[in-house]
């Protein structure tokens, strides 16, 4: 008699059938346990309240990843019409008033059922450093509209304040780190140069640094499991419009009806109010006692002399310490590359002196005979699109951003090649805004964070294989008894 095929009996089959099932539901169960969510996002906005101008961020990551690492992006930005809160010292409703378009658009960016949850932070700089220095209470008066127009709107008010020099710095240099994946990673740093309107900073990690020279120009930070010992500095007035002013005030000593300035171009002619140039606490001091209500300020467009004129606006002789940068403040030495931001890139980019490989002496000459070309031919070329305010500065602030970093700060032509003029980086401004969020929500843990020792895929394949090994060593463990089994019967 034919022998039955053991492999086709009723056992058999219902060992596979089920098996089978057993293993797609096992790799089913894997793979949507394991199946990144749909991405929902979280929000956060913060308020740059500049010297010159507010802007508005929001940040975006995704809603399951809080504590993740280097997931935050920049999703919108908004610059806010008019000048920065502390201009409107004599009228501060209106500081609060000019927010509200840029309010309205991240009402309408950010999703409606994630406002209430969304925290909004703002962070005001030198600006409103210079009106609490001159004036405290117009500069809580200017706080107190902020807030109360802040308020109004449905996201979670975490408040307004004024950040210190240092945080500025610190957390600008968070910020370009944490962009690049260099904190996470823990590489080597990037220092972060910060050029704003009426402050500037520099911040970077230097090994030889001894924390004990200088305490106030160092930051600790312990994240993502690494130490950092942070040294930064910001220096008050010597933004880019406080420097002007304090050029012009230079230059204005005597009280004259006119002056020559050798950082405008030939031909460049304008009429200054003595008031308005000394209405700041950077130049208050120099005040000449016989001025005329007005001078008028010509250019002379002479790199050399215009050098000159902002070199003597740095104090390099006094220092206390091993090392100095300029005005007293300890700098330890350079190192690693670094960022420049803000109007680093904004005038540097315009001069289209941002290739940082070209020889310092190529940068200067360029330079040199872009401020002698006579006003009239620099407007021609450049008016229809660019503000005749900052087309008129270029000239003084390339001199002065050259001046900054030589003179200033002590890079030579051997490490100027290390500065990069940035304005984003992965789509995300570089700037303080983001490494305050990231602070302020921690955002960034002190120690790394666990992962999973498998990706996802590496994890549901090896399930599978796993599960279809078993299945065929269950089936092959029953084969022997089965013929027996099956037999049986026949035998009876
Ligand atoms: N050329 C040019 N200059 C700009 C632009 N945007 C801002 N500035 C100027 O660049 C300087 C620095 O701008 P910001 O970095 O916004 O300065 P801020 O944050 O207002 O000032 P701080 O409070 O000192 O940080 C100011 O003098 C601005 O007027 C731009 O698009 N082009
Ligand atoms: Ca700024």
Redo the contacts with the bound molecule.
Sequence with gaps: MKEKNPWYTPLTIIITVIGVIAIVALVTVAVLQNRPLLQKYKYGIVL??????T?LYIYQWPAEKDNNTGRVEQKHSCKVTGK?ISSYAAQPEKAGMSLTECMQEAEMVVPAKRHSETPLYLG????MRLLNIENRSASDQVFQAVEKALQSFPFSYQGARILSGQE?GAFGWVTVNYLDDRLKQGLETTGAL???????QISFVSHDYDISESPSNSMTFRLYGNDYNLYTHSFLCY???QVLRMALAKQTQLGPSTILDPCFHPGYTTTRNYSSLYDSPCVSGRRPREAPTNFSHKGEGNFTKCQEVVKSLFNTTACKYSKCSFNGVFQPPLQGPFGAF??YY??MN?LNLTDTSIHLETVKNNLASYCATPWNQIKQMHLSN??EK?LA??CF?GTYILTLLTEGYNFTKETYSNIKFIKKIKGSDA?WTLGYMLNLTNMIPAEAPDSPPLPHAGYVSIVTVIAVLLFILLILSLRPVWPRCSKQPQIV
């Design positions: 740059d309240a500049g010297s010159s101008h802007a920065g005001a700089t030198a600006g500025e910060d050029l704003g309107g009426a402050s500037t933004g880019k419009d803000s109007a904004y005038v315009f660019v503000k900052y500065e270029y602030s700037g």
